[in-house]
């Protein structure tokens, strides 16, 4: 047995490794002791997230009130991750909101997994333990695409080319791209202009979030318009809202991966049941025991 307690959330029910004693209804309630417990909660920011987020808060919160020592939440696709800035007249910084309230309702320290912005971190003032999903991605790469040596890598928009995509490049040794997008409104891109030569290479499009999966999509054309060979994929956090499944399963993608890598799967055949990077919550093991 683990030396702390494991809970689950209902955002979190791709995990079969941990049946938490939470009974979530319309309340809360911890079905054993947790007085003096190291107790990690984990619940992703998916789904029905306004549900989700507000179950995790009260989560937190039972467990201190419960007198648990340290509660650690784990929170593999962090909520409102894309409003982490003011940047337009009246909009709300919903991050720095999550955070405010992860710490006021009791949460010691949080583990998260590729950030949308790394700034978010500075939004807390306990410990935050922002998990990379570079050496899955490097490892899938290698057993997976023959041709990696003469692929280039690719940021479908400006943001994450300066840390997520070069670093990769960077360890495979290739060369890398990016795609600069201008939106007229959230989840609508208006145009695209690619930066780099993919002409002749496999194109592997790399992106932290996929949501209604237009970006990705418009991308991966624009990538073969340009001459490259092949074009892949790889999400860390696969959203996959209103049309995503349909648009990805109908795009010029050889394939494309979310979350876990045992997740990959040709054309992304999936459901709304949402894959995520639920799994990589196995971190939780090394850091009970660590």
């Avoid at 319309?26 to 998916?46: A, K, L, M, T």
């Avoid at 007249?89 to 010691?108: E, F, H, Q, T, W």
């Amino acid at each position: 047995p683990l030396p702390c307690n494991v809970f689950r959330g209902s955002g979190a029910q791709d995990i079969d490794l941990f049946a938490g004693p939470f009974r979530l209804a319309r309340h809360v309630e911890i079905g054993e002791s947790v007085r003096g417990e190291d107790v990690y909660i984990i619940q992703s920011g998916c789904g029905e997230i306004n549900d989700n987020l507000m179950e995790l808060l009260i989560m937190i919160n039972a467990c201190k009130i419960a007198s648990s020592s340290r509660v650690t939440a784990v929170i593999p696709c962090f909520p409102y991750a894309r409003q982490d800035k003011k940047d337009k007249s009246r909009a709300p910084i919903s991050a720095k909101l999550v955070a405010n309230m992860l710490s006021v309702a009791g949460a010691d320290h949080i583990i998260t997994m590729d950030l949308h912005a790394s700034q978010i971190q500075g939004f807390f003032d306990i410990p935050v333990d922002n998990l990379y999903a570079e050496p899955a991605v490097l490892q899938w790469i290698r057993e997976n695409i023959a041709e990696w040596r003469n692929c280039i890598i690719v940021s479908p928009d400006a943001g994450g080319a300066k840390s997520r995509v070069t670093s990769i490049a960077d360890r495979l040794n290739v060369e890398f791209a990016l795609i600069h997008k201008e939106r007229k409104k959230a989840n609508e891109v208006d145009r695209m202009v690619l930066v780099g030569d993919v002409k002749d290479r496999v194109a592997i499009l790399v992106d932290d979030m996929a949501d209604t999966c237009g970006t990705i999509c418009h991308a991966a054309d624009k990538l073969l318009s340009a001459g490259a060979t092949k074009v892949y994929a790889i999400l860390t956090h696969g959203i996959f809202s209103g049309p995503a499944i349909s648009r990805i399963n109908n795009a010029a993608f050889e394939a494309a991966q979310s979350g876990p890598p045992s997740g990959f799967v040709h054309k992304v055949l999936l459901d709304h049941s949402h894959t995520h990077s639920l799994t990589y919550c196995l971190w939780l093991s090394s850091r009970c025991h660590g």
